[in-house]
DNA sequence: AAAGTTTTGGAAGGTTTTGGCAACAATTGC
DNA sequence: GCAATTGTTGCCAAAACCTTCCAAAACTTT
């Protein structure tokens, strides 16, 4: 990759997350941190972003950034990277994926980068992270918008993903106990059975916050336990 | 293949992917990096294309530029805002609407407000404008997002609006003539049509560059002449 | 068919970019 | 307010890249 396309990238990338460290963009790109560095001086040159301690942020905000959980996702933030980065080795090069909304899935999409080219999704946030991509093929649920949380849900929502198929699903829930994962939204569990009909594995994605806990609503009825392990 | 072949091919691959590494594009029409240099000389000599360290880039990134969306366009922005407002102004209040991608009915729909609760739409930047608010049901078609427009097309996106109804569609195109109003793309297209189908009032929604113009493809076949005027 | 012209692919040498390292500055935790 | 941690700057060697040149191949002209 050359410099001009890395910077575009990293210029993208930072007007959808509003803010990024050094290291995390290194990643994304895939150079060394002294090369983010120097580009970061050029973009910081072109008036596009601003560099802070640590990392830059983008000038023009982006507008997902309206969407609540990615401001209140300030705590925990480390854990959910390191979530997301355990979570995306998981999935296989040249994979199509589901992926559900929230916080913990929005950073598993974040470290997919190109490992895979198509992404069946009903998050929004998820949708701007890669809709300038040409490198993917993001394939958004139709739906209502869930105010806030940027969710398509509704009928019209399950019915996208009981007619499509993935590899992978890549799930988060609200809580987990010996009997079973759950999540707090009637009309979330609704999708996220649909989304595990028509994938050949599925992946919840749960912190540790939520070990243990019973969420207020719907058990969810599924035979796969599978457990995405972050280390403390 | 000869020289020009050769190097039209070039252009044509860089206005799609944006950026090259001289290797690939090596590797895309078959010669030796050798050549492709020389082929990126006489190109950018053209000031078609930008040559790069270890690449190219194109210079017109998109052939259909007007479509490339960017919601901190400056390009005749006043009459954009303008036409906006003009064209919320016919809209009832209470009425549903359906809304289409483009700047041109982005701008329509930052003037809605609390004007209408019900939105269909297929473009993400309308989406997310709404996206946050508890005042306004949106309903978000299916489909794949075109790349840098972020809009949703595909036969998903197609059946969503040949499902649903509104009072009122909102839509742009790319040119119109005494033979009808035109757009650029086949995709969006076949869109429009079901947008049409579905709507009891349709508005076209163009900026005065677009008058007597015909674009590249498609004319647009439709019954109706509804135009929304913006004063100079 | 032979000579001349243009184009192509590759190699040598100079230039830019990159990644890591050490010294310095800022921030955090106590 | 001080030590520890973390981030930054400047620098250097290595790698990647570009330019220039040359010989071979392909095409034209005679």
Avoid: W
Avoid at 29 to 53: F, M, N, P, Q
């Amino acid at each position: 990759m050359q410099a001009e396309e890395r910077q575009a990238k990293i210029e993208a990338y930072l007007q959808r997350s509003e803010f990024a460290s050094l290291e995390e963009l290194a990643q994304h790109v895939g150079v060394s941190t002294s090369t983010v560095r120097r580009d970061l001086a050029t973009l910081e040159a072109g008036k596009t972003i601003r560099r802070t301690h640590g990392g830059a942020r983008s000038l023009q905000p982006s507008k997902s950034d309206e969407f609540v959980f990615n401001v209140r996702d300030t705590h925990q933030v480390a854990e959910k990277e390191r979530l997301g980065e355990a979570c995306a080795a998981l999935i296989q090069p040249g994979q199509n994926v589901i992926i559900d909304s929230g916080t913990t899935c929005f950073h598993v999409a974040k470290r997919l980068d190109d490992k895979v080219a198509q992404i069946i999704t009903n998050s929004l946030p998820v949708a701007n992270l890669f809709s300038a991509s040409v490198r993917h093929e993001v394939h958004l649920s139709g739906g209502v918008i869930y105010p806030r949380l940027g969710t398509l849900v509704g009928p019209h929502a399950v019915e996208t993903f009981s007619r499509m198929h993935a590899d992978v699903a890549i799930l988060s829930g609200s809580g987990i106990s010996s009997e079973g994962i759950y999540n707090s939204h009637a009309l979330i569990v609704d999708i996220q059975r649909a989304m595990m009909a028509g994938a050949a594995k599925v992946i919840f994605c749960l912190d540790h916050t939520k070990f243990g806990r019973r969420s207020t609503f719907f058990p969810q009825c599924c035979p796969i336990r599978v457990v995405c392990e972050s280390p403390k």
